[in-house]
């Protein structure tokens, strides 16, 4: 038997306004996405802001339906429309925003697993790795320098 062991590192800021401006300017317009989220069923919404390496911003959100599975995360609605619109931009950071109207949500928020696997599919592509910060609808965000902190056994092509 063998042990393979990974460590995952992450930063935490304890408020918004502690982050690099273009950071805040990023979750700016995530939290402004979160707000414009589809989400009557579960009412947790979210938004997501990514950077492209030409320095545009492409927001998405969630958008849910009746039949659950046929919704859409904020993360890939976000990062498949830039690489729809922008095919050759490297992403360079995802910020994400996420809040239920329920409740308070103030630790930070990271993205599911199936929005882990489409980031790390980009990080991948690009050979590059993507800044990831998260929050909730308010307080501490968290920083990862590449989304293998936040997946890091991944699959991809090389499997296929």
Known sequence: MKVLKRESVLFVYVALDRLPKDVVHLMEAAI????????PYSKFQVGAAVLLSNNVVVTGNNQENASYPSGLCAERTAIYYAASQYPKENILKIAISAGSTKKQTSRPIPPC????????EYELKQKKPIEVYFMGATGAVAKSDSLSNLLPF?????EL
């Open 32 to 39: 402004k996405a979160r707000g414009k989220a589809y989400a």
């Open 113 to 120: 697993g199936a929005c882990r696997q489409a980031i790390s």
């Open 154 to 158: 991944t699959f991809d092509k090389s």
